[in-house]
């Protein structure tokens, strides 16, 4: 079985920081492909950054609207992936959904889904 734990989020000023951790659990995992989406209220679900493995290199791929502000990384021996959030802006407040595109040896390939952590940034 596999399973997708967040963890972090929370209540910040605008201008602060916070940390979003993903770990997918299970054995013989070969993740193809990690991330985070948002969905703010009343709004789609929007793909905010993700990190994606070839061979023994990870390329990161972000939306306009972090682009300088969030950094994702992602340690691959831990099938973990970490969202670093900076300048956090009150239009960032939303739920945020890890997810994680893996490769399992009887499972097969599927997409994952966080519980997801909800982030609050107020002006």
């Known amino acids: 079985q596999v399973q997708l734990v967040e963890s972090g989020g929370g209540l910040v000023q605008a201008g602060g920081s916070l940390r979003l951790s993903c770990t997918a659990s299970g054995s013989s995992l070969s993740i193809n492909e990690i991330g985070w989406y948002r969905r703010a209220p009343g709004k789609e679900r929007e793909l905010v950054a993700s990190?994606?493995?070839?061979?023994?290199?990870?390329?990161?791929n972000y939306a306009g609207f972090v682009k300088g502000r969030f950094t994702i990384s992602a340690d691959n021996a831990k099938n973990t992936a970490i969202l670093q959030m900076n300048s956090l802006k009150p239009e960032d407040t939303a739920v945020y959904y890890c997810?994680?595109?893996?490769?399992?040896?009887?499972?097969?390939?599927?997409?994952?889904w966080g519980q997801g952590t909800q982030v609050t940034s107020s002006s």
């Open positions: 997810y994680a595109d893996i490769y399992h040896p009887v499972l097969g390939r599927r997409t994952y």
């Open positions: 990190i994606s493995s070839s061979g023994t290199s990870n390329y990161a």
